[in-house]
């Protein structure tokens, strides 16, 4: 069973992509950017999203097996790591951290990826 997951971007039927997409016990959510004035406001905000799309589909920040940081602006990836370790210092997920070209929209300077496998009983 697939159970697609939307925000109600209009950039989701445009492009052809889901917020996040669940396959059983495993959730895959996209690159979600924050809201903030700099890289670091920015990483923790999009991580808040990323936790609330997990719990509201049955996840836990616990589960997150792989996580990805896309920044657009390497000189700041520091700033990105640092929020990306205060909140998965205990978890250690599998980790990538990426340099991209600048985002669609100049403001969004990191994008947070995540997957996650939901813990049995």
Do not use: C, N
């Amino acid at each position: 069973m697939r159970q697609l997951i939307s925000s109600g971007s209009p950039w989701e039927s445009k492009v052809g992509y889901s917020r996040a997409v669940v396959v059983k016990d495993t959730i895959y959510i996209s690159g979600t950017a924050g809201k903030g004035p700099d890289v670091y406001s920015q990483t923790r905000d999009a991580i808040a999203t990323l936790e609330q799309v997990l719990k509201d589909s049955g996840f836990a920040l616990s589960d997150v097996v792989q996580s990805r940081l896309v920044v657009a602006d390497f000189e700041h990836w520091q700033e990105a790591a640092r929020a990306h370790g205060e909140v998965y210092g205990a978890i250690r997920p599998a980790f990538s951290l990426v340099h991209s070209l600048p985002f669609v929209e100049s403001s969004i300077l990191v994008e947070v990826e995540a997957i996650a496998i939901r813990a049995t009983a």
